[in-house]
């Protein structure tokens, strides 16, 4: 009984998926925004490379490196996120409030009664008209969605350090 138990616990331990030391492992590929130095120069690219202490991004002005004791931040894309439903329901409410007083202006003119809608029908169509072309143009609004990442800078130049983080 105790050596069963022992080769299960064993085993258990032995299939655990082991951590890295360092939590700045990046997929080859991944998206980062990065920050070196100063917060001026901020460099968005594709991890493309990582050779000891460097890191290699394809940017749009080409390959770029950058040394890990240089970076101050570091952030890994979530991928892109469209505005079309926020784009919907505000064009949809602005329709709709038009709508209702654009039926107003109807029934308090000199129109014949039987002309003017029901204040329902033009709130509908209002909301439906700008609804819709609310959320073609969010649709066409798109942004980069980002999370900033965990990463050890290295071995320190001053000697062995410590570090410490808090996630909520």
Known sequence: MRRSLLALLLIGLLTMPVRAQTSDVWPLGSRLRLQAGSPSSTIVGTLSEVQGDTLFLTTTRGIQAVLRRDLTDVAVSRGYHRYWLEGTLV??????????VFHRLCT????????????????????????????????NVRS??????DFAAGPRPDGPGLGFSLRF
């Not at 003119?109 to 969010?138: E, I, Q, R």
């Not at 980069?144 to 990442?149: I, K, P, Q």
């Open 91 to 100: 064009g949809a409410g602005i329709g709709a409030l038009l709508g209702t």
């Open 108 to 139: 308090s003119g000199n129109a014949p009664p039987d002309s003017c809608l029901g204040t329902t029908t033009y709130a509908a169509v209002g909301a439906l008209a700008f609804g819709t072309v609310s959320g073609v143009a969010g649709y």
């Open 144 to 149: 980069e969605w980002w999370r900033t990442a």
